[in-house]
């Protein structure tokens, strides 16, 4: 089956399920995602003709640029030319400058007539354009003109800003290289979804990916690894040559792509730790420069990191020098995490140093050496972002601690009042399994389900502490992430997820609607291209890999109103199959298939194997 044919059959079977939506609320079946802080559904609908006109009352020129994009994209799909306008339309839509809103909010109506959104920043124009599109028909998203379309939004009017400034996705590059146009296809896909904070993951042992001209081996060696081995002693090497990097002039087309679409891209530059490939590049770098170093072959924490001494900083003084013409960003990452200390132990440089600096333990001297990154970037306008394991060894309370390893991270920062990021592994790290426990990647299972109840609960929190909060961000790594179209898969539709939890505020967040307003999103990804993962609508297997047999094994499948059927006798499972209702005892060796099943008789998605 056609992925196109299984989605008209998730489609009729999502709006089959009358009941689920009216639960859901209004809302709803207008699918919108992230879902608006409030929605007034009004009487009839906006038809988008040839004749319509779209027109810009704004001071800001911005304004003009959005309306520019936006007919660019309604040209494309459509072909009208709604920008040139007719003196007296008879339809039009209104960009238009207001006071009083914050810079990301914005109004939007929609009457049979006239589309008005306004904002009082080009920011919130762009946010209710994305509004508007999501309330046409999906094929607005394509990339090829759409026949027998009726360009129809239903009419009604919409308030909306989002809950936190900072709402982010990272991407990480370092393992595997992805090209330029598939980060500018990850960035699209964010901005659709009002996320506007693009962590690009850009430096790793395994790869560096960023031309740097005054330290050509980064890209002439260290962007290269010579195979591919995953965790040492657990998987075997590919024997393949692996590398890539994105040249300056690549670099600044894809910020610029981003601007258009109001995400910042914020490059991340790993220090002290995760530096193996550009140590490979310059061995001057390391504590003991006379070893020999390569890149990274396999995944896990790199021993060799950078020695805190003269010509260190002053390569990375050098290397951020040249990342200030590429990269505006108000933020920049420096990573900070996972840096072991043997050679610092080792090294007589950073023992000498130590006892100059009057430091008590190599903890310490990681936060000496992530002061000095922070004063250069602080000195040319930047503030500086750092996995939560700068928070050791003595804060830097200028810095931006980005909390991954749960939330007490996040307390120990916003007790000391450090502007905070919450990204807890848990619920945000997007390369974990959604469709089966065993399907590769990391081994740990994060459905769908779990990362749209993340909620990031800071209510509770006194006023001092709660302003710190930052916002929240998705993480998709990438040691099991070779291609663009795995990337996708293991991303989306779980990042739409994450973007809900960073925009709305905990009454508008409300997991019956999202999964009716998906029918329209995934309807969305497709007109996209996006090669998501489909688990949703599929059994999940759950259990326990170190169980002895026979081993207990759960079905689940989060649907409404379906009940699973299943065999294990190698047939496909329908109807009249066993129906699942209790924990099943397998013996190893047993093959089972199953698949849900609405009322009717229809499968929800497709059926599921496992050989235990």
């Known amino acids: 089956m056609t992925r196109t044919s299984t989605m008209k059959k998730l489609i009729t079977l999502l709006l089959a399920g009358s009941t689920l939506a009216a639960a859901a609320g209004v809302p709803a079946r207008y699918g ?63 960009l238009r400058q207001v006071d009083g809103l914050g810079e990301e909010a914005y109004r939007l109506t929609i009457a049979p007539s006239e589309v008005c959104v306004e904002a009082s920043a080009a920011h919130g124009a762009f946010y209710g354009i994305q509004t508007l599109c999501q309330l046409l028909p999906a094929e607005i998203y394509g990339d090829t003109r759409a026949r027998g379309v009726r360009w129809q939004a ?44 693009f962590h690009w993951h850009l430096t790793e042992d395994q790869g560096w990916r960023i031309e740097i001209r005054k ?49 910042t891209v914020i490059p991340e530059i790993e220090l002290p730790g995760h530096s193996t490939a550009a140590i490979a590049a310059y061995p001057e770098l390391a504590c003991f420069p006379d070893r020999n170093y390569e ?137 974990y399994n959604q469709q089966d ?50 990337m996708e898969y293991m991303a989306f539709p779980r990042a739409l997820a994450l973007a809900e939890a960073g925009w709305c505020d905990l009454p508008d967040k409300d997991w019956e609607s999202f999964r009716v307003r998906m029918e329209k999103g995934l309807r969305r990804l497709d007109a996209k291209r996006v090669g998501y993962c489909p688990a949703y609508y599929n059994v999940l297997f759950l259990f326990d890999r170190e169980a002895p047999y026979p081993r207990e094994v759960e079905l689940e499948l989060d649907y409404p109103g379906a009940e699973i059927r299943y065999t294990t006798d190698g047939s496909a499972p329908s109807p009249s199959s066993p129906r699942y209702s209790a924990p099943l005892a397998v013996e190893k060796g047993t093959r089972i298939r199953a698949c849900g099943f609405t009322p009717d008789g229809k499968a929800t998605g497709s059926a599921v194997e496992k050989t235990f």
């Open 154 to 197: 239903p009419c009604c009017r919409i308030e909306d800003e989002p809950r936190f400034p900072y709402r982010g996705m990272m991407l990480d590059v370092g393992r595997y290289f992805l090209p330029a146009e598939s980060v500018k296809k990850f960035i699209d896909l964010m901005a659709m979804h009002k996320q506007n904070m």
């Open 437 to 486: 426990i065993d399907e590769g990647g990391q081994g740990l299972f994060l459905p769908l389900r779990k990362v749209y109840d993340y909620f990031p609960k800071i209510d509770s929190m006194p006023d001092r502490s709660r302003k710190y909060i930052l916002g929240l961000q998705g993480c998709v790594w990438g040691e099991y992430i070779p291609t663009s179209e795995r």
């Open 32 to 94: 919108i995602i992230p879902a608006p802080r409030s929605l007034e559904p009004a009487e009839g609908v906006f038809t988008l003709k040839s004749t319509t006109a779209l027109t810009v009352e704004a001071r800001d020129t911005l304004f003009r640029e959005v309306a520019e994009d936006f007919a660019r994209q309604v040209r494309r799909t459509t072909g009208y030319a709604i920008l040139s306008g007719a003196e007296r339309p008879r339809s039009r839509i209104i």
């Open 215 to 263: 330290y050509p081996r980064l890209t002439e060696i260290g962007s290269w690894r010579r195979e591919t081995a995953g965790y040492a002693g657990r998987e075997k090497s590919d024997g393949t040559p692996h590398g890539g990097f994105y040249t300056q002039d690549d670099v600044r087309e894809i910020v610029e792509y981003a601007r258009r679409r109001y995400v």
């Open 295 to 431: 890149v990274a072959t396999t995944w896990g924490i790199k021993k060799d990191v950078y020695c805190p001494k003269g010509f260190t900083f002053r390569f990375l003084e050098d290397v951020f020098t040249e990342l200030f013409d590429l990269f505006p960003s108000p933020y920049y990452h420096i990573g900070g995490d996972e840096c072991p200390k043997e050679r610092w132990k080792e090294c007589p440089h950073c023992q000498e140093l130590m006892e100059i600096l009057g430091l008590d333990d190599e903890e310490q001297l990681q936060t000496f050496f992530v002061k000095r990154i922070d004063g250069f970037l602080r000195q040319h306008g930047k503030t500086v972002i750092g996995w939560d394991e700068i928070l050791d060894g003595g804060a830097v309370e200028s810095t931006v601690a980005l909390s991954y390893r749960g939330h007490a991270p996040a307390a120990r920062a916003l007790s000391r009042n450090m502007y905070t990021i919450l990204a807890p592994n848990r619920w945000c790290y997007l390369d």
